[in-house]
T-cell receptor, first 113, second 113 residues
């Protein structure tokens, strides 16, 4: 069966510090991968998606970047965090093009102080 | 602009009672509509997915309806339980490259004993 992992689960970082959040998927190959952010009391906002290794598309201009160094690994990064980067970050994966379902990871709670 | 609006924003009901959550969308061209349940601090978990040709789908005590003409959906929860306390998110997918999702802001449901 497929599983999706995210770490760390929680993170408190000062403004201006770097960020690296990791997402890995097991039990599937060549998934579509997604990074979302959920601000407190708000809906999910798509940040990045990837249809393959090294292929990253950005949905919104921002202070973050994403990379996909391996088929089932998706990394969200920042060189210098802003206060507005605080939120709940969710990684998700989707199987083949015939599948509608997106499966979400457990999320990372980021607080920028 | 694709949008998904949910109502109410929050709801408190007594254990054992029924409730109905609403979702209106303007996503076009429509591909499918999903309802997710998100426990606090966790990733969303899919409850139902409906395509254009489906107007109702059940998952245990959860029943979703879809009216593609009026672009409305509802999620009915029967005989609520304390474990139903969560945010319920309506998500609509457009039928174009990547099947990107548009998320509603969610309805926060609290079931009290």
């Amino acid at each position: 069966s497929q599983t999706i992992h995210q770490w760390p689960a929680t993170l408190v970082q000062p403004v201006g510090s770097p960020l690296s959040l990791e997402c890995t998927v097991e039990g599937t190959s060549n998934p579509n991968l997604y990074w979302y952010r959920q601000a407190a009391g708000r809906g999910l906002q798509l940040l990045f998606y990837s249809v393959g290794i090294g292929q990253i598309s950005s949905e919104v201009p921002q202070n973050l970047s994403a990379s996909r160094p391996q088929d089932r690994q998706f990394i969200l990064s920042s060189k210098k965090l802003l206060l507005s980067d605080s939120g709940f970050y969710l990684c998700a994966w989707k199987g083949d093009s015939l599948s509608y379902e997106q499966y979400f990871g457990p999320g990372t709670r980021l607080t920028v102080t | 602009k694709n949008q998904v609006e949910q109502s109410p924003q929050s709801l408190i009901i007594l254990e054992g009672k029924n409730c109905t959550l609403q979702c209106n969308y303007t996503v076009s061209p429509f591909s499918n509509l999903r309802w997710y349940k998100q426990d606090t601090g966790r990733g969303p978990v899919s409850l139902t997915i409906m395509t254009f040709s489906e107007n109702t789908k059940s998952n245990g005590r959860y029943t979703a309806t879809l009216d593609a003409d009026t672009k409305q959906s509802s999620l009915h929860i029967t005989a609520s339980q304390l474990s139903d306390s969560a945010s319920y998110i309506c998500v609509v997918s457009a039928r174009h490259a990547g099947n990107m999702l548009t998320f509603g802001g969610g309805t926060r449901l609290m079931v009290k004993p």
